[in-house]
């Protein structure tokens, strides 16, 4: 770190990552403040404006560096559950304070520099002048040294982040390109032309750079605007009166974060997001479980047997629920979703948060919540509950604590949340002067919202999957019951959509280098029946031939490997279970580790992981491809040296694959150790599971 020496080129000051592979440097030109990052000394960000502008402040311009600091820290934390145990948290801080010439007001930009990224936050101290104030804009820029493959979803659009992902240059991002690409954007084009975080693009020297933020607190949503170049601008989703942060006493900003590798791979293993985040909030967190569950959904949204509102193929009847119980139990299954168990699901709720009736302590009729609980306790199975709130947000908050407390009195500690709500900026909301005002699902108000219902959920030793969530920024540290969430599209896109419209097979090898950055995704793996699965309509004997799974067994179970949540889903019903050898697997695989490592991947094309078990010595690997068949040879090095491993392999036939035979796979054994190099032959959308355990 130096100060004078650089003034004569133009910087400001500078810092280094502790490996020294990243180096920061400030500008200050014309009263003005900017940025530049560079990986291995090349300049991979070009200069970048930082600043904000609010109503009673503006730290744009005409700012005074009062004082420069920095400091270096090396510690270790354990996570209570996660993708490994121990983090190491090393990062050097520079800190900046600075004045503006319009007043009399402080701000400081901190800046910490970790071997894996950069994340910096704007802080305003609380102020006796300062007692309420908007922010209007910010200023931050992303200029990328040259034009790149990104891979983006679009923002301001009406299924939030449920989109597949494009594949352009930073220059071609635009809803007409998106509408080209993947599907037409028609509705409602409001708002400017921006994606979502996060971001991830490759430059041609395989460096590879993701945009995100951590610790989403009490602000809006960072969007990406593109301008048609290389650059990148924040864009904060505004509140409905066009403000974009209602603030009091003090600012402080969510951390920007520019994650950075050298490969492709080397994005999955990144951190900083969690170090960006404050430390576990909880005084106690053992009623926080891991685990696998079962679900009454699949038959709903994919096979099409039943439906959640009331009738005669209304799923969530007592008899059927008590079967899923008892399957569930047979197979030591953590836990059992019931979806359509309460009131409401008769009313016009989908999909434009007109309906007004959900209720989230009164049970449909037809479900006996008192003898499904009992049950369920003798079996030694929880119930995971199920709020599908419409985007009623109001009706929602009024019942929050006797929803919770209805789920205590009812061995519920998981509660699965949703949000559908299709709309554009159609989050209603009633202002302080009764009158209804339409928000955006990625604004402070839903930002805060979540808030309220993780908050209140943990008051409660309630832990949550959250389905059409605000995204995950890491504050699963702060808060280890928020467990999981989708933020992205899923299996259920794979169930009701036709094939000519669902994930298509490259999706799950896009997600780990974009999506699943953030946190754990609740995609739902463990369909089995990838063909004539979903009935024409509720009562039918016939199948609609259009639908189909853009996937493999192998990939499925590979899945459960691939895309990390620390309570997943076998998604599939009961009966497609049952005497399938691929099933042991799903019962095997955990969900809590204590070391995981990438061992490759390209993005939307291939990815291969490898995972240890928290409870034993067995490791896992997952290993999926695109569309295309995949030779490649992976090293076992991760495994103890010198001691041998019993590989069981599940993976696709030789002349298998997503479209041809699907449903067929092949188990074999084998005896490994560190130092095999293993010939590993994918299917086109197929994928390799292979479960290790030690030889005694």
Request: hydrophobic share 35%; aromatic share 12%.
């Amino acid at each position: 770190m130096f100060l004078s020496s650089c003034l004569e080129t133009g910087v400001l000051v500078e810092s280094k990552s502790p490996d020294k592979s990243l180096k920061l440097e400030l500008h200050l030109e014309n009263n003005a403040l900017y940025y530049s990052l560079y990986k291995n000394n090349k300049q991979i960000i070009d200069k970048s404006l930082l600043g904000i502008k609010a109503d009673k402040f503006d730290f744009s311009n005409n700012i005074n560096i009062v004082d420069i600091s920095n400091h270096s820290s090396n510690t270790n934390w354990l996570q209570v559950w996660g993708e490994q145990k121990v983090i190491q948290n090393h990062y050097n801080l520079l800190s900046l304070k600075l004045k503006s010439k319009n007043n009399n007001l402080t701000m400081i930009l901190n800046f910490k520099l970790f071997d894996d990224g950069l994340g910096f936050r704007y802080e305003i101290p609380k102020h006796n002048d300062l007692t309420q104030f908007n922010i209007l804009d910010e200023l931050t820029e992303f200029n990328f040294s040259e034009d790149s493959k990104s891979w983006w979803i679009p923002a301001y659009s009406y299924r939030r982040y449920e989109f597949l992902y494009a594949n352009t240059m930073i220059s071609e991002i635009s809803r007409d390109k998106y509408s080209e690409l993947i599907e037409p954007l028609s509705i409602n084009r409001i708002g400017p032309e921006s994606v979502h975080t996060p971001f991830t693009i490759e430059r041609d020297d395989g460096i590879t750079i993701s945009i995100h933020e951590a610790n989403l607190t009490n602000y809006s949503s960072m969007t990406l605007k593109s301008d048609g170049s290389q650059n990148m601008e924040c864009d904060l989703v505004p509140w409905s009166d066009g403000v974009k942060v209602k603030l009091k006493n003090e600012m402080i900003t969510p951390w920007r974060t520019i994650i950075v590798g050298d490969s492709p791979s080397e994005l999955m293993m990144s951190t900083m997001i969690l170090n960006l985040n404050e430390p576990n909030k909880l005084e106690s967190t053992e009623w926080i479980n891991t685990g696998k569950y079962i679900g009454l959904w699949w038959e709903m949204i994919g096979t099409n047997q039943s439906s959640w509102s009331s009738g005669p193929y209304h799923g969530a009847k007592t008899d059927k629920v008590l079967d899923y119980i008892e399957f569930g139990s047979k197979y030591n299954f953590d836990g059992l979703l019931v979806e359509g168990w309460n009131q409401g699901w008769d009313d016009n709720w989908c999909c434009m948060g007109e309906g007004k009736s959900f209720s989230f302590y009164q049970p449909h009729l037809e479900f006996d919540n008192k003898k499904v609980d009992q049950i369920a306790r003798d079996l030694d199975i929880k119930l995971i509950g199920h709020h599908e709130t419409g985007t009623q947000i109001k009706n929602y908050e009024s019942q929050l604590d006797k929803a919770f407390e209805y789920c205590q009195d009812n061995n519920i500690s998981i509660v699965k949340i949703g949000y559908i709500n299709d709309g554009n900026q159609n989050i209603k909301r009633i202002d302080e002067n009764g009158n209804l005002k339409l928000e955006w699902h990625h604004g402070q108000y839903m930002v805060d919202h979540f808030r309220k219902v993780l908050e209140t959920a943990a008051k409660y030793e309630i832990s949550l999957i959250v389905h059409q969530p605000i995204k995950s920024t890491g504050l699963r540290r702060t808060f280890p019951n928020m467990l999981t969430s989708k933020g992205a599209k899923g299996q259920d896109f794979n169930g009701f959509m036709p094939v000519d419209f669902n994930n298509k097979p490259n999706h799950t090898t896009i997600l780990p280098f974009t999506r699943l950055l953030s946190g754990p995704m609740d995609y739902n793996p463990g369909i089995f029946n990838m063909k004539n699965f979903r009935l024409n309509r509720n009562g039918s004997k016939s199948f609609n031939s259009n639908y189909q799974i853009p996937s493999t067994i192998a990939k499925e179970l590979a899945l459960y490997v691939v895309i990390y949540s620390p309570i997943q889903m076998a998604a599939d019903i009961p009966s497609n279970y049952v005497d399938n050898p691929a099933f042991q697997f799903i019962l095997d695989v955990p969900t809590d580790w204590s070391e995981s490592i990438a061992i490759n991947g390209e993005i939307g094309e291939y990815v291969t992981l490898a995972r240890k078990d928290i409870n034993s010595e067995d490791w896992y690997l997952g290993s999926i491809t695109n569309k295309r068949k995949r030779n490649m040879i992976v090293s076992f090095s991760f495994l103890e040296p010198n001691k041998k491993y019993k590989a069981t392999i599940y993976k696709d036939p030789q002349n298998g694959g997503w479209l041809n035979d699907p449903e067929n796979f092949v188990i074999e054994t084998s005896v490994v150790d560190y130092t095999t190099l293993y010939k590993m032959n994918i299917a086109p959308g197929g994928g390799q599971a292979i479960k290790f355990v030690p030889i005694k």
